[in-house]
């Protein structure tokens, strides 16, 4: 069964500490892997759409790569702005239905 | 260019009862899907809409049903609610059913079942 499974749940950084977020993916087919990033009370944001391995994509302090099994979203120097649930999502066929399998997310909080 | 909207934007049910709940799509944009978030299980998709027509389904019970109209907006009803249906429903629209397309979500219905 495809699955996405999302590290750490949880974690705090300071400001300017950069780090990275880790989305491992088990999918026949990758056709698309999605992150989002979603603030309290609102619904996911489009950040980036990865196809194959080896794929980087950029966007201000954000970037995500690929591999054959994983995902990273890295983030250089980030702001408190940049608090938020960072959730990563595989385009995956089960039972004959296409649809996006979402991992639960991983809560990025960073303090000033 | 407007986002998804949705409507309302929360309810309180009582079980048995039944809801339905509505989203607009981006203009231009054919493809309606409607995913579940709970705190326990995260966003699960429950069925997408392109021209009107039911393209993809997700696991859930058959309670759980939609409709797409012809100008794109689509609707989704809960019916016989149960307490574990309190939950974020979320809709987001794209331009092409099936993916891998950018999904676009708008701010979601919270549902509350007493």
């Known amino acids: 069964e495809d699955q996405v499974t999302q590290s750490p749940e949880a974690l705090r950084l300071q400001e300017g500490e950069s780090s990275s977020l880790n989305c491992s993916y088990t999918v026949s087919g990758l056709r698309g892997l999605f992150w989002y990033r979603q603030d309290p009370g609102k619904g996911p944001e489009f950040l980036f759409t990865?196809?194959?391995a080896g794929e980087e994509k950029e966007k201000e302090r954000l970037k995500a790569t690929l591999t054959k099994k994983e995902s990273f979203l890295h983030i250089t120097a980030p702001k408190p702005e940049d608090s938020a649930t960072y959730l990563c999502?595989?385009?995956?066929?089960?039972?004959?239905?296409?649809?996006?399998?979402f991992g639960k997310g991983t809560k990025l909080t960073v303090n000033p | 260019k407007a986002g998804v909207t949705q409507t309302p934007r929360y309810l309180i049910k009582t079980r048995g009862q039944q809801v339905t709940l509505s989203c607009s799509p981006i203009?231009?944009?054919?493809?309606v899907s409607w995913y579940q978030q709970t705190p326990g299980q995260g966003l699960q998709f429950l069925f997408e809409?392109?021209?009107?027509?039911?393209?993809n389904k997700g696991n859930f019970p058959g309670r759980f049903s939609g409709r797409q109209f012809s100008n794109s907006r689509s609707e989704m009803n809960v019916s016989t609610l149960e307490l574990g249906d309190s939950a974020l429903y979320l809709c987001?629209?794209?331009?092409?059913?099936?993916?891998?397309?950018?999904?676009?979500f708008g701010p979601g219905t919270r549902l509350t079942v007493l």
């Open positions: 990865l196809y194959s």
């Open positions: 999502a595989v385009q995956a066929r089960q039972g004959g239905s296409e649809k996006l399998v």
């Open positions: 809409y392109f021209s009107e027509t039911q393209r």
């Open positions: 203009s231009g944009h054919r493809s």
């Open positions: 987001a629209s794209s331009f092409r059913s099936g993916g891998p397309d950018e999904q676009f």
